[in-house]
């Protein structure tokens, strides 16, 4: 039996649908069948499936993450977007990531994931979500706030009126969290972050805690407006007053393959272009990021 590898991409942009048949042809020149996830809403056996790519931006590997949950599958991102965190190798160098790929030339890397359930008033319906990024708790009515309070391992913290809460994993403290002020945590950091997005309090900075907690939010009765629950970016949640949102770390890690052991430090500065002329070094200094295939994202 032939070797199958998932090929999940973004098919609206045209960049896409190149580096699409660009894919497909580099896996059947290794002896690999491709499978292509075109639609969504129907699900792709994986039994026999024995790894994805991915091409796209973070988007498209949340996107894939969410396909594969709970499979094992190693994901390779192949960045087509802006930034691309997520991702391993870049557009140009497709077909030699694919024959590291069918050769075993490559490691896995887990990320946490996080276990998203809200309690609905009444307290007998609890809907459930997951993220890799982050649960973002925001308001439902963009003239108004929300009025929350914040607990941590089952010890209330502060109350406040805000705009929304983002709760994340060391992945996504890049996203969402990054873009709300909170902290830039290396992905090998076993924790969760929490951080308030436009608080209007005197203590309302991002917290970060460790894998055994667990972070909960309150939408209080006299919160003026209701909120949604936005995992990912993908899965949405109505939240109305009353309710309580609680994150934890969920026990499925979400897997990325890596061609290069590349130093997460590295993918800050290629990434932001951050400046670091006048950096020395040590007499056996790497090469700065991006020179050899292993791109990471």
Not at 239 to 256: A, D, F, N, Q, T
Request: with cysteine; charged share 25%.
């Amino acid at each position: 039996m032939r070797r199958r590898a998932l090929v999940v991409t973004h098919s609206g942009r045209e960049e896409a649908v190149a580096a699409t048949q660009e894919t497909l042809r580099a896996l059947e020149a290794v002896g690999m069948t491709p499978v292509l996830a075109l639609d969504d809403s129907v699900p792709v056996p994986l039994g026999d499936i024995e790894m994805a790519i991915v091409l796209g931006g973070d988007g498209t590997i949340l996107r894939a993450a969410e396909l594969t949950r709970g499979s094992g599958l190693p994901l390779l991102g192949v960045n087509l977007g802006h930034v691309g965190f997520l991702a391993e190798s870049e557009r140009e160098n497709i077909a030699e990531a694919v024959r590291r790929l069918a050769d075993g030339a490559y490691e896995v890397e887990e990320r946490g994931t996080l276990d998203v359930e809200v309690h609905l008033p009444g307290g007998d319906e609890i809907a459930r979500g997951w993220a890799l990024n982050e649960a973002a708790l925001e308001k439902s009515d963009p003239a108004r706030m929300i009025e929350v309070v914040v607990e941590v391992d089952g010890r209330p913290l502060s109350s406040f009126g805000c705009d929304g809460v983002v709760m994340s994993t060391s992945t996504g403290s890049t996203a969402h969290a990054f873009s709300a002020g909170g902290p830039v945590v290396w992905p090998d950091v076993d924790g969760m972050i929490l951080v308030p997005l436009s608080a209007h309090a005197l203590f309302a900075r991002p917290l970060v805690v460790g894998p055994s907690s667990v972070l909960a939010v309150e939408l209080i009765n006299r919160s003026p407006a209701s909120a949604i629950l936005s995992c990912d970016g993908r899965r949405r949640i109505d939240v109305p007053v009353g309710s309580r949102v609680e994150v934890r770390k969920s026990p499925i890690p979400v897997r990325l393959a890596r061609l290069t052991p590349a130093p997460f430090t590295d993918r800050l500065v290629s990434k932001f272009g951050l400046p670091v002329e006048g950096w020395r070094g040590g007499p056996e200094a790497p090469r700065p990021y991006g020179t050899s295939i292993g791109r990471e994202g």
